[in-house]
């Protein structure tokens, strides 16, 4: 039998060979946005016509620096997941960009089973946290990544000063709702607002990052301003964006997306190549940038640090 294969199925020899070309420019605009981050000068950073500004300056580098290059500063401020802003990956550049609103000053509640609750205005929460740059792989759990240089301090030191008591178990984030600046919350395609959790261990780990920039500069409505969780040994969703609340719990805390498919996320969702997602696999990914897939790491690569809180878990019930 004569199966008719459809015409657009495949990408012709000319558009790969475009495609090549725009990898090529790909790899020397990241030079250039390395070098210019290098000097702390990052401009011509511009993206959906916003200007570069050079916020942080005399940051720390740290040893977490994945010793990769990052991807390219065009790719990470268009190439986004925020479905509070559009399921497509495009969408959140286009849509965010007077995201957060500057005349609304942005205030996150640190509450539940903790001695020091209370609300902070965005620029008292970060002000006492030296801010560090850390180069991390994002591995999204729909099989691409990317290597993001963040600026941001350890969610350890945040959690250290609202003094948790000892029936916090776990910490629970949650996302703004406020469907006059996300449109994406007008349609009920999770269960709004975005929440996920960690457990206190997950939450103390020194890789853990409540990021505030990247490349330099504060970060952009589609990256999660101003203040967002990073994960790097979980898949991408765990990173929650533009946080409003962390609380304090007792019980697991149920995130949107366990809430959506809680047979296809799980709690923890540790970057693992031999547990298959239900619907596809999880062993190799896209470096955003590159046309080849590579493996996936166990632990996305940071099996040194953070193996060992999972050493009595079964991985394949506890994913
Ligand atoms: N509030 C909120 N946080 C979110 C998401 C989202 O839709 N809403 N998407 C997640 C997913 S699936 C990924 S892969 C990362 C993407 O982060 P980036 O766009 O900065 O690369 O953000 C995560 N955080
Ligand atoms: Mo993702």
Known sequence: MLIRKNKHSEPLESEVTDHQVYLNRRQFLNTSATIATA???PMGLAVAGK??????????????????????????????????????????????TEFPDKSQPWKVTI??????????????????FTMEERIYRLRCVEGWSMVIPWVGFSLADLIKRAQPNSRAKYVEFTTLYDPEQMPGQHRKVLDWPYTEGLRMDEAMNPLTLLAVGIYGQELLGQNG??????????????????????????????????????????????????????????????????????KTLMFNGYEEQVAHMYSDMDLKKNF
């Open 39 to 41: 000097t702390m000068l």
């Open 225 to 294: 301003a101003p203040i967002r969780l990073v994960v790097p040994w979980k898949y991408g969703f765990k990173s929650i964006k533009s946080i409003v609340r962390i609380r304090f719990v007792e019980q697991l805390p149920t995130s949107s997306w366990m809430k959506s498919g809680p047979r296809e996320y799980g709690f923890y969702s540790n970057v693992n190549p031999e547990v298959d997602h239900p619907r596809w696999s999880q062993s190799r990914e896209r470096r955003i940038g590159e046309f080849l897939k590579r």
């Open 51 to 96: 200007e570069a500004e050079p916020t942080f300056t005399d940051l720390v580098k740290s040893d977490f620096a994945a010793g990769e290059e990052p991807s390219t500063f065009e790719a990470i401020t268009t190439y986004n997941n925020f479905y509070e802003f559009g399921t497509s990956k495009s969408s959140p550049a286009v849509l965010a």
């Open 111 to 128: 509450d539940g089973e903790c001695d020091k609750p209370g609300d902070y205005h965005y620029d008292d929460l970060i002000r006492p």
